[in-house]
């Protein structure tokens, strides 16, 4: 029942009829085979959101939008449905090969089906990504976004069938398929609040986030796009291209001897993080993170800085130079990696505190983590810090990837996936001024006979500005009181302040306060100041965008009073 | 009537009773000489307030708080209570000047009255700033800023009364005092709305701010702390201090020949600007700007990194030094100029494009702005531009100034007077995500006929943050639009993209929409994005904060649509 009335109100919200002339003849088939009008405009939008989710190729999963109608739906199409509809032409691989394009019609294999999704690609909110599999199977895409394995989905590719592939090929096609690319990921806390399991993303339970100053790494956020690369420390080699030296080429023991070894203590955070928020107004795509995408560590390794000029990084290179991208590690099944870039004003300079890190609070980073090195670049978006870095090009151009282009920017409340036009935001870099109530948890019981309640959480906010204040109020905003802030794991201690601009690491804060003696029910709001005075907005639907990213309104929870039963 | 309600909403939002206890005998005196109990709890604390704002030091003019009662009270002391209240004892100026500290007792005089004011120190929120009258006579101060000519001041004034000043001693400061400090200062625009007059501060109407994107000089919005002081260009001298080769003086001449002249387009805003917004949600201290307190010109003059790279700053500098302290030629009566400093590490970036400015718009700097040298900090609040340029001192401390120490900083909407900590809040310097909407103008009627309406206005994020978005709406908020940016005068054109960091200047913005069919009236709203995508807060209250800076909420103008009348 839940599932179903979240599926209503994406219907209600979601922008229903505005491309239905864009629907292929196939796809309009299957959506208008329902019976009655009103389950009609029902099955329509969700799973056309749910093909929104499917291929966009973040892994991202569309959870709240991919609802299972079985119940409802007996006479629909299933997998037994595909494996028999079968009087079609017989084509080879090398015949399917030969459609990549939408010159020469898009085809993919899945199970030994061949589909012709050329009218499909046109739907595909995430562009062309979903190219990448054509001429191709789908199952090694599949296997990588487990999301795919949706009955709905199968009845969609259903409906673009146009024959069977060549026995002896498709059992070479299943001697390759049957690894699985993410069965050699590491071993994870069980604490972890996982997200998505392929890639894994997951989170800590936000009471564990305000314990400790520095994030133990075992329950730091993880935020995978792909299977954690299996790196040799022995043969990992970096390679820094772009410069007038040529292409630089160091292996691990190169960046750890050659380069001072640099401490920087910096919180990540997600541009996800808080995500759910915004799907309560109306839903987006994008993992539903709770308030715990984002970390505090202690990285080591070399300054980029350091190895730009070991590779010969100058004034003459500033002139043409405006970014360095990074390349992971980490492929999908194409051979396409992770990627994103930050400005080189950023990485060159001397206050930017870039490293190449190697070590995460004093230890080898773990795998999760990047190991052998990843990018660390404090006070930036999470996806910046390119993890399992593989290449450094310092360009005139952003890196091409997805993650740089098409994802990681911020729109208009009122910008929707027809409307939207990714190259008109910048991508995200610095992140602006966030906090979040990790203690009390939404919906807890305080005891009256406590006289008072201890609200705990973090601030932090991008480009190095420093958090000066928390204001925590009671009342849902009508009165505030200035919180306790802590910058640091041992009691009552505090760091002095970083220099204006370097302050890459978030403040843990407390308040305690007497119980309102009327109240029944408390509306705890938090909401951070840094440096350059910039406040968290209010509310989550002025901000609301597309995907789900930059939520960062006050932070609200709410608390009941249990009276004390004695005095009853 | 309507100055009467405003003192109404004093008492009904101000901090009562808080501190009564701090009030000295004498003003406790009068604070009870009311006769009902209405009425002491509605004087009380109007006239508090308005001491709170008399000797600030700030030019702040408390006009909400600052009630003429005369109608009511005609049984109150007045300036002529004061001339006659005397069989008190004579003293020489002499004595009078031995009085100049708490220990001593703070003796001041008036129109030739002797007063002993210690026990009024210690309720001056200002601090100590009034010491500086300790000793010697009012009236230089009260000339300077003009708010004291009050008759609610003169009663608490006559309080103090403790004696007659010798007639030889108050011819001697009649003579020294019949000089207006103000009377040289230039002559200004008549379009100008002046918020005071004497230190002289004014905005222009909001429709002629967005008419250009730089704003003409004569209409660039006004903010003295004090007279403009004549400066000879021929004689002016530049001070450079704190650095290891000692004090390098430089003429006009020397900054405009030694150093390459560089140009910067670069937007000034008063912390202030906005506060009339605030003062609606409760009462601040501080001049009652509207929305056009910022203007955008194109400065030029040498790089002050550059100054002090000749003036011997370098590495071993940047050891010890944090600041740069800049001192006017503006002087109250006591010598001490206008004050403020920012981080050494702006005023040596290369990025930080820092000016030493002798020109604006093309044109040597106007009387009003500076002439002959100013600094102009881009993306740093206008407090910090210091004008009439004296001295520059490197140090490891920030000015000692009141500007920097116990003003222009931001606190919790619970903060008042008594509880303030100044030492709490790091000074303003960068300033948050701005927009405001200069057309229509609050009020204005929208004939249903033309169909559409136009929103004009400004964007403006501080610290080099260049605006990337800014969302409007007709229906307060429920739905938006994203609105044209115009970063340039010619019609259409807009110039590429600052590199990041360095968005010094702000950006007009323009939305034309259809009138919604039923709508009789419309609230406007904008909000603008940075590229930190930090975002405007929703609401005035939430931010609210007792200085009135940092006003920086969405922007709202109420607009009525008048139907066509030939259709009724």
Redesign the interface.
Known sequence: MLLLRRCHSLTRFGPLNTHSHRVAPAAARLWSSSSSEDQKSYHGPSWRHALAGLLAGTGAVLAYGLCHHKAERDDTPTVQTIEKTSALPIFSQEEVNTHRSLEDGVWVTYKGGVYDITEFVAMHPGGDKILLAAGGALEPFWALYAVHNQEHVLEILSEYKVGELKAEDLKKQQAVQTADPYSSDPERHPVLRINNLKPFNAEPPPELLSDSYITPSAIFFKRNHLPVPQVDPASYRLQVEGLPRGVLTMSLEDLKTRFPKHTVTATLQCAGNRRSEMNKVKLVKGLNWGIAAISNAKWSGARLRDVLLAAGYGPDVAKWAVHVQFEGLDKDVTGTTYGASI?L??AVSE?GDVLLAYEMNGEDLPADHGYPVRVVVPGTVGARNVKWLGKIIVSAEESSSHWQQNDYK?F????DWDTVDFKS??A??????QSAITVPADGAVVDRSLNEVTVKGYAWS??GREV??V?VSLDG?K????AQLRTSDKEQASEPSP???QAWAWKLWEVTAPLPAEAQELEIVC?A?D?????????VP??WNLRGV?S?AWHRVTVKIREDESEE
């Open positions: 400005p004003r950023k206050e911020g208009s409340p009122m910008t935001a910048p995200i870099q610095e992140l602006p001024i991008g480009g000066v204040r204001d905003g009165t505030w009181q200035v220099p204006p601009g909401k100041v440096n350059s005075y910039n406040m968290q907005p209010d509310t002025p901000i930059l960062n």
